[in-house]
């Protein structure tokens, strides 16, 4: 599996993504700056691709984990389809040129708005602007490829907008199987108590009910556990359920089509010994085969283990302060830049980018056996204590001004952040062919205040 270093070296004490010192990207893009490596994100998805490959899986990037427009026209130009859960990542995919039939839509809470911009280009909120945002014409859009639909509720207004624009929308229903990924609570998604997915026994009478349907043609299945899933086994007891129920459904003459298995594929966020992708794909191949032999199609929807290796997140350290019993390392960028330390208690590896020969990081790790390290946390400029990128972490000295490298920060980074305490979205840079390309320019202060200053009557 990919590690947090590998797109990423020190060279003369310096850190560099292929040939460029990434200080030399910090003093021209600005900080907090997200910086992203075009060939890690084409080797991880060769790499998931290939492990998939016996299956014909098909694979829709989950544009959640991170949605700049020039990722996703990469990912699309390697073959990828999209898989979308809210109308704005809906005009994403298509602005980045994917064709509607390649894109599937999730979402457990999709708004009429949002399933007619999605089977009819004529209600997309770019309309126009999709053309002067660079993508193509929104008049002829058809329908998306395949709803991923997450309640009987939702069923129903989705046929009934369907019948409205006189289409027929294809769906899969997402079960809820009720098994523990074991994973951070608030990323387990496949558990009874989880907001997400139809319970197994309610699903069949869907089927029933939508058998005939003009508006709704009810395909398959789809599941989606958790992310990240560090262990095979939760996939394969959820592929079982899946599996029975594919029986059940075709023995009462419904054919299924599509088997979804969603996203939630591993990553390493340290240096450890987690199972890699090619022995997931392994486990599941043989319990699919024989459908895939018989016409059924996979479909997989990776986010996180094709990006968050492929990126990191560039910090100028602002201040450092000498606590009683360590230090704090004030950098400019915090929870409203990376979310995840202080909602999930999310790992990442944090070095400097400049350090002297002892302290070049051999691995990535939250224990290194290196001279001279001093107890550390790392923390942003936001008022909250849960302000944190790293909590009790052993760093080599820093200094006011000196940048800090935030590992693993590809995915969930930049599409998570958030403009708390008004402070502006980081910049964003794709690394491809020896050049570093400002692919988002850093949001600035008047663009926060714009729809606030001309109020009026309702
Ligand atoms: C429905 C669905 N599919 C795919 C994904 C992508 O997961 P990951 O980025 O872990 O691959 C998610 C993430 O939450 C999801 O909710």
Known sequence: MSS?????????????????????????????VYVYSADAIRTSYRRLAKAFAPLGARLHYAVKASSNLHILRLLHGLGAGMDVVSGGELERAWLAGVPMSEIVFAGVGKSRAEQRAALDGRFSPLKEA??????????????VGLFNVESSSELEVLAEVATELGVTARACIRVNPDVDARTHEYTTTGKEENKFGVAVPEIPSLFDTYRDSAS?????????????????????????????????????????????????????????????IESYAAALIPLLESRVGTGLRIVIEPGRSILANSGVLL???????????????????????????????????????????????????????????YPSDVVGPICETGDFLARNRNLPAVTRDDLMAVFSAGAYGMSMSLNYNDHPRSAEVMVDSGKAILINRRQDQATLLRTELSPREL
């Open 4 to 32: 947090p270093l590998d797109a990423f070296s020190y060279r003369n004490g310096e850190l560099h993504i292929g040939d460029l010192a990434v200080s030399d990207i910090a003093e021209a893009a600005g900080t907090p």
């Open 130 to 143: 999709a053309e002067s945002c660079g993508g193509h014409g929104i008049e002829g859009r058809g329908p």
């Open 315 to 373: 910090t100028r350290v602002q201040h450092v302060k000498q606590g009683r019993f360590k230090r704090f390392v004030v950098c400019d960028a915090g929870i409203h830049t990376l979310i995840r330390p202080a909602l999930y208690k999310a790992f990442h590896f944090i070095w400097p980018v400049r350090v002297d020969a002892a302290h070049i990081p051999p691995i990535a790790a939250e224990r290194l056996d290196l001279p001279d390290l």
């Open 216 to 276: 709704v043609r009810l395909v398959g299945l789809h599941m989606h556990i958790g992310s990240p899933v560090r262990e095979i086994e939760p996939y394969e007891s959820a592929v079982r359920v899946l599996l029975g129920l594919i029986d059940r459904l075709e023995a009462a003459g419904h054919p299924i089509e599509v088997l979804d298995l969603g996203g939630g594929w591993p990553v390493c966020y340290t240096d450890d010994d987690s199972p890699d």
